[in-house]
């Protein structure tokens, strides 16, 4: 952790959480989620996250992907 008044290693983690709050819970306001409901989407975003999704600032490929690319 960074210092008081020091956000900058916020930032990352507050973009994760945006995301996923976005992209996986918003059509479940309505419905009550469990514990085991909750790590089962957390677990299946990161997968997503990780392993599909393309990212703009990666030339449009997963970071698993650009790593694999870059070595």
Not at 51 to 56: D, G
Not at 66 to 71: G, K, N, Q
């Amino acid at each position: 952790m960074s210092r008081k008044g020091n956000c900058s290693d916020n930032a990352v983690i507050g973009s994760l959480h945006f995301s996923l709050k976005s992209e996986e819970f918003v059509a479940q306001l309505r419905v009550s989620l469990t514990s085991s409901i909750t790590i089962e989407k957390v677990i299946n975003y990161m997968y997503y996250s990780n392993y599909i999704r393309p990212f703009s600032k990666l030339n449009y490929h997963s970071p698993v992907e650009y790593r694999t690319v870059a070595a």
